[in-house]
């Protein structure tokens, strides 16, 4: 990303480290971290302090932390995300609200209104539970 901010090329960042394209490309494309030398060679390319490139794989190692294996995966849903999970809840509701009316051959108001408060009460905890909201606070050196 900040290579393509820069406008520069992997050929031309390849040139800058005396290696390949294919050789960088394959550097980018990895999920792991190059040796700390290569880091600051490519962050002196890019004019950035070397703490910017690391700092693009914050994200799941805050969330998932050091060892994947031992620490739950967290997924986080956007906002719009948990609107749309939220209205198709509601709309859940409302649809098993009136199932169940239907097949319990209830017709009275109060009834229906108190399943449906029942059934809207589970889908809010169910929402409630499932959305997690992450608050991630990354410091930075200067």
């Not at 600051?40 to 060892?67: C, H």
């Not at 906002?79 to 999970?85: D, H, L």
């Not at 108001?109 to 499932?130: C, Q, R």
Request: proline letters at 4%; hydrophobic letters at 45%; a neutral charge.
């Amino acid at each position: 990303m900040l290579r393509n901010y820069k406008n520069v090329c992997q050929e031309g960042m390849a040139s800058g480290l005396n290696i390949s394209q294919a050789s960088y490309s394959r550097i980018e494309a990895s999920r792991e971290f190059p040796e700390p030398d290569l880091i600051n060679k490519i962050a002196e390319i890019l004019e950035v302090r070397p703490k910017a490139l690391i700092s693009a794989n914050w994200y799941p190692q805050a969330v998932n932390g050091d060892s994947e294996q031992n620490k739950p995966k967290v997924t986080t849903i956007s906002r719009t995300g948990q609107i749309a999970y939220a209205v198709l809840l509601i709309i859940a509701a409302w649809d098993s609200t009136l199932g169940a009316a239907a097949g319990a051959k209830v017709e009275s108001k109060d009834l229906i209104l108190f399943i449906g408060s029942i059934i809207g009460m589970a889908v809010f905890f169910l929402y409630h539970f499932t959305v997690k909201h992450e608050k991630l606070r990354i410091e930075d050196d200067v």
